[in-house]
């Protein structure tokens, strides 16, 4: 099995959250919620992200309400979060930096 497909445990969890950006433990999943100036800006985030998300095929569950992006990660192949998810975390921190400048 892939290293990154290993369910983190707890200490593993919170060094993951540390060097990520306002993303908050859920039981099971991590969660964000992304905040832009418009509806445009969200899609293209969105959209954006897509290309990411299936380079990587680890897709997110997430919900837009016009400015805004409500993203919950978890790797349901191994019952929680993995490295994976992690990785997209931050790409989409990076990401969201570009957006909000």
């Known amino acids: 099995m892939d290293e990154s497909y ?3 445990d707890s200490d593993e969890i919170e060094l993951g959250l540390s060097k990520i ?5 859920d039981n099971d999943r991590i969660r964000k919620t992304f905040e832009f100036k418009n509806f445009g800006d969200a899609f ?8 990411e998300i299936e380079r990587m095929n680890h897709h997110p569950e997430w919900f837009n309400v ?3 992006i409500n993203v919950e990660l978890t ?3 191994v019952g929680g979060i ?3 998810d992690f990785k997209l975390a931050k ?5 969201e ?5």
């Open 75 to 77: 790797t349901h192949d």
């Open 44 to 51: 293209a985030f969105m959209t954006r992200m897509a290309i």
């Open 91 to 95: 790409i989409m921190d990076d990401f």
């Open 66 to 68: 016009y400015n805004k």
């Open 97 to 101: 930096k570009i957006f909000l400048d």
């Open 21 to 25: 950006s306002n993303w908050k433990l």
């Open 82 to 84: 993995s490295n994976f």
């Open 6 to 8: 290993k369910k983190l």
